[in-house]
T-cell receptor, first 111, second 114 residues
Framework: GQQVMQIPQYQHVQEGEDFTTYCNSS?????IQWYKQRPGGHPVFLIQ?????EVKKQKRLTFQFGEAKKNSSLHITATQTTDVGTYFC???????????FGTGTRLTVIP | NAGVTQTPKFQVLKTGQSMTLQCAQD?????MSWYRQDPGMGLRLIHY???????DQGEVPNGYNVSRSTTEDFPLRLLSAAPSQTSVYFC?????????????FGEGSWLTVV
């Protein structure tokens, strides 16, 4: 069945270091979305990528969609304690009308 | 603007009991869904609805029922609670029916089955 895997599962960084999480799908995706979930909170939409090779930036966050539309990455430059949380990618489920979420990457930022 | 509202926020059930998690959205969204979140498993889709009167199964539907009698409400029923259903449950909604639409999540319901 369809799988969306994220690596790493956990990441601890010193404040100011960079962070990257990778999302890999077993199938080609028409689009990919990224969500952030703070500890004890609910997932919140960050961005959607649609085009092959697309790159979008939100301040210190850079999102990329692979050329084959089967992988994506989120890179955070100079992490801050406010970046703490779990980052999820999500893509359309094959043949279905819903999103399939990745396993998530939990980021811890050490002050 | 309340967005997606879930109740209760916390619940403890005994094995075999039934209960309903309530979900309401005030954004006139067509699409609503229920996810469960377990450690290391991410978010898994239980059931979803693309409009009033229409529901469908997601990835992990067993042990749960849903109905969609109005656009605003999408309750999730646990028929006979089991310890394996201990989880955090999120209700979500989006404007369109397609998977390319932004999903708005409720704040979650923490359920423990003992």
């Amino acid at each position: 069945g369809q799988q969306v895997m994220q690596i790493p599962q956990y990441q601890h960084v010193q404040e100011g270091e960079d962070f990257t999480t990778y999302c890999n799908s077993s199938t080609t995706l028409s689009n990919i979305q990224w969500y952030k979930q703070r500890p004890g909170g609910h997932p919140v939409f960050l961005i959607q990528l649609v085009k092959s090779g697309e790159v979008k930036k939100q301040k210190r966050l850079t999102f990329q969609f692979g050329e084959a539309k089967k992988n994506s990455s989120l890179h955070i430059t100079a992490t801050q304690t406010t970046d703490v949380g779990t980052y999820f990618c999500a893509g359309p489920a094959t043949g279905a009308n819903n999103l399939f979420f990745g396993t998530g990457t939990r980021l811890t930022v050490i002050p | 603007n309340a967005g997606v509202t879930q109740t209760p926020k916390f619940q403890v059930l005994k094995t075999g009991q039934s209960m309903t998690l309530q979900c309401a959205q005030d954004m006139n969204h067509e699409y609503m869904s229920w996810y469960r979140q377990d450690p290391g498993m991410g978010l898994r889709l239980i059931h979803y609805s693309v409009g009033a009167g229409i529901t469908d199964q997601g990835e992990v539907p067993n042990g749960y029922n849903v109905s969609r009698s109005t656009t605003e409400d999408f309750p999730l029923r646990l028929l006979s609670a089991a310890p394996s259903q201990t989880s955090v449950y999120f209700c979500a909604s989006s404007y369109g029916r397609g998977a390319g639409n932004t999903i708005y999540f409720g704040e979650g319901s923490w359920l423990t089955v003992v």
